[in-house]
Antibody, heavy 126, light 108 residues
Framework: QVQLQESGPGLVRPSQTLSLTCTIS??????????WSWIRQHPGKGLEWIGY???????FYGPSVKSRVTMSVDTSKNQFSLKLKSVTAADTAVYYC??????????????????WGQGALVTVSP | SYDLTQPPSVSVSPGQTARITCSGD??????TYWYQQKPGQAPVLVMY???ERPSGIPGRFSGSSSGTTVTLTISGVQAEDEADYYC???????????FGGGTKLTVL
């Protein structure tokens, strides 16, 4: 069964860049059958999709942080990464990585998250 | 912007049936997915494509859809089902994914 594990600094200074890595085990990021997503959850709040990347490096970002986010893939390490620049206290959240299943219907491109990492709390503070 | 609306809270006694709704204008044309999140844990997929249950999810979880409202039903609720539940569907225009605000299920 696939497992995902987030890693990275738990504290980031304001205006700096938040960097997280998700390591995949039990599956290959290059399989082509899945996207690989980042999702965050502000303290005591709901879930917010940040975006996803594909094994080829193709990316799709959601509107909330689109201008500040970069995602990438390292197939040699079976990892994908998130970089969020110019962070503020509003970026303090638990960040999850998740495997993303996708398919297309007549009306929509469907996506859902079938395996999640345990989450990494990132605090933005001076 | 396009939103999915969930009730903030639902309360039931053990053994009763809990119904958690998710409403959105586009839901007749999209599938809905449900996640269970217990305190301090990552979300877990409990329903996909409106009515499909992933492997390992108990049979007391079921899903249904009617018009602009999708419902997650938990029959014979157990104490271990107490959690936050989030619905999710495809977004519109600039977002591929949206989540509902979440519903806190309390088992009395």
């Amino acid at each position: 069964q696939v497992q995902l594990q987030e890693s990275g600094p738990g504290l980031v200074r304001p205006s700096q860049t938040l960097s997280l890595t998700c390591t995949i085990s039990g599956g290959s990021i290059s399989s082509g059958s899945y996207y690989w997503s980042w999702i965050r959850q502000h303290p005591g709040k709901g879930l917010e999709w940040i975006g996803y990347t594909y094994g080829t490096g193709r990316t799709f970002y959601g509107p909330s942080v689109k201008s500040r986010v970069t995602m990438s893939v390292d197939t040699s390490k079976n990892q994908f990464s998130l970089k969020l620049k110019s962070v503020t206290a509003a970026d303090t959240a638990v960040y999850y990585c998740a495997r993303t299943s996708f398919f297309t219907t007549v009306t929509t491109n469907e996506h859902y998250f079938d395996f999640w990492g345990q989450g990494a709390l990132v605090t933005v503070s001076p | 912007s396009y939103d999915l609306t969930q009730p903030p809270s639902v309360s039931v006694s053990p053994g009763q049936t809990a119904r958690i709704t998710c409403s959105g204008d586009a839901l007749p044309d999209q599938y809905t997915y449900w996640y269970q999140q217990k305190p301090g844990q990552a979300p877990v997929l409990v329903m996909y494509k409106d009515t499909e249950r992933p492997s390992g999810i108990p049979g007391r979880f079921s899903g249904s859809s009617s018009g602009t409202t999708v419902t997650l039903t938990i029959s014979g609720v157990q104490a271990e089902d107490e959690a936050d539940y989030y619905c999710q569907s495809a977004g519109r225009s600039d977002s591929y994914v949206i989540f509902g605000g979440g519903t806190k299920l309390t088992v009395l």
